[in-house]
């Protein structure tokens, strides 16, 4: 957790990034892949872009899947990317 701390003041003194763009869709990866970029973003203080783009013959149960993925990361909801603890 330490050396994660240096790397996080290391980034954020720095200026490292300015802009972060982040892509989500309908899949677990997506969302957790966004939530780290999330977290880089606040660290860092950069600008954090979100995107979502639906192909054509896209099914409407995928764009909701989508939507509620965004919806969770800016309501800090991370139940749906928790792994259950055994």
Not at 7 to 28: G, P, Q, W
Request: one cysteine or more.
């Amino acid at each position: 957790m330490v050396e994660f701390t240096k790397k996080c003041r290391f980034i954020r003194d720095t200026k490292m990034y300015k802009k972060i763009l982040s892509a989500v869709n309908e899949h677990l990866n997506s969302e957790i892949s966004a939530r780290y970029a999330l977290s880089m973003a606040r660290v860092c203080g950069a600008k954090f872009y979100l995107c979502f783009i639906a192909s054509k013959g896209m099914t409407r149960s995928s764009i909701d899947r989508a939507e509620e993925a965004m919806k969770r990361l800016f309501n800090g909801d991370y139940s749906a990317t928790k792994t259950p603890r055994h």
